[in-house]
């Protein structure tokens, strides 16, 4: 694999990619593109040609794959009986590189199973220094274990998920609901549904993790 530092390193899974021409107007920074097994079918849609394809690629037919070889594309295949996800095998491959970002699309959606085993792929020790991000056009699905900076548009929708155990010294700026030295917990829904009442806003917090959803579609109905 290639020893170069790209900016951004983005991982194209085979979940739902509800819109996909906004995905492609942000990836203008990226340095590097895995397809994930089926991801691929998504690059392919988007006229995106990967520079690493992994998985055991029982997704992609053997005409797209020798494709693939012939243009001499990198091609890891593993095992269909794994102990890993096809995800999991290629954020060890990006964490190699090293990026300093990198943005996972169409991670979500689909089989909740997965959905769920993806986003957990977040908590793992080795990304807490890369800003990682599951992406879809419509949302974005990152990490908080200290502090971040979210940028956006008044109105958007940012929900706060503590992870595992109760949030705690959670301090919130830019958000029509503040919290100011508050604590989520896991059993509870008050950290969801909030809004940005500005392009950006802030978070912090002394203790735990947060799962941040931020949806970039301004919401019309916030009942619930």
């Known amino acids: 694999m ?3 530092n790209p900016e951004k390193i983005v991982l194209f899974v085979n979940g739902d990619l509800p ?34 394809l992994i998985g055991d690629l029982d997704s992609i037919d053997e005409q797209r794959l020798h494709q693939i070889d012939a243009q001499g594309i990198e091609i890891r295949k593993f095992p ?18 090293p990026p300093s970002a990198i943005w996972i699309v169409a991670a979500l959606g689909g089989r909740l199973d997965q959905t769920l085993g993806n986003i957990f792929l977040l908590t793992r020790s080795d990304l807490a220094q890369t800003d990682v991000r599951l992406i879809d056009g419509k949302q974005e699905v990152f990490l908080i274990r200290n502090t971040t900076v979210i940028h956006g548009a008044v109105g958007q929708q940012v929900s706060l998920l503590p992870l595992g155990s109760p ?28 809004q940005m009442s500005g392009p950006v806003a802030k978070v912090s917090l002394i203790k735990g993790q947060l799962l941040c959803i931020h949806q970039f579609q301004i919401p019309t109905d916030r009942s619930g």
């Open 167 to 194: 949030a705690e010294g959670i301090q919130t700026e830019g958000l029509a609901y503040p919290l100011v030295d508050e604590t989520l917990y896991p059993d509870r829904t008050r950290g969801i549904s909030n």
């Open 2 to 4: 290639t020893t170069h």
């Open 19 to 52: 819109e996909p021409q906004k995905i492609a107007e942000q990836l203008s920074s990226a340095g590097f593109f895995i397809a994930v097994d089926g991801g691929l079918r998504h690059m392919d849609r988007l006229g995106i040609e990967p520079n690493l």
């Open 80 to 97: 269909v009986d794994k102990n890993q996800t096809d995800l999991e095998l290629a954020l060890d491959a990006a964490l190699h590189i």
